[in-house]
């Protein structure tokens, strides 16, 4: 596996409200969303491997459930469109 250069924007979806000590690394640094659905969404830049590995290790370390976890578009704050798979996509 190639190591990526760069920051890279990620969206990671954890379970339920929680509470500032789980979202302390990430509070100055992404845009968290509390959903309708229960669940809050962290997105924000990620400088390398190592910082989203102790991201996740944070989370998971106080037994926060990491729903999903995926890399968006800068911009939009969506997938990236190189993904020919993706299903929020209108097929022609």
Sequence with gaps: MTERTGSTCYEIVIGGRPAERVLR?????????????????????VRDSSHL???????????????????????TGTRPSTDTNDPTKARS
């Design 25 to 45: 690394p990430v509070i100055d640094d992404f845009a968290i969303e509390l959903t309708g659905v229960g669940t809050t969404r962290v997105v924000g830049e």
């Design 53 to 75: 590995n102790g991201l996740l290790v944070h989370f998971t370390s106080l037994n926060v459930e990491v729903i999903s976890l995926r890399r968006v578009d800068h911009a």
